[in-house]
């Protein structure tokens, strides 16, 4: 008898999940970064990469947290 194959991901995710809260963390970060960049009205323009990198580090490390305790609750 064969057992079925192990879920790695939760019913209605996707393997690259995580790669996608990179993208959409970036977005949010760089459009945070040029809100700041508007409000405080200077020419700094790195605020947005800045932004951008750290909201696309956020969101790929809550994306990879999420998956693995669903990992972690569902061991078989």
């Known amino acids: 008898m064969v057992d079925p194959p192990r ?7 996707q393997p690259y999940d995580a790669l996608n809260g990179l993208r959409v963390g970036a977005l949010a970060g760089a459009l945070a970064g040029a809100g700041v960049t508007a409000i405080v009205g ?3 323009a790195w605020t947005v990469l800045v932004g951008a990198a750290m909201g696309g580090a956020v969101g790929f490390r809550s994306e990879r947290r999420r998956l693995q305790r669903w990992r972690d609750q569902h061991p078989d």
Do not use: D
């Open 7 to 13: 879920r790695r991901v939760p019913p209605g995710s």
């Open 42 to 44: 200077t020419g700094a």
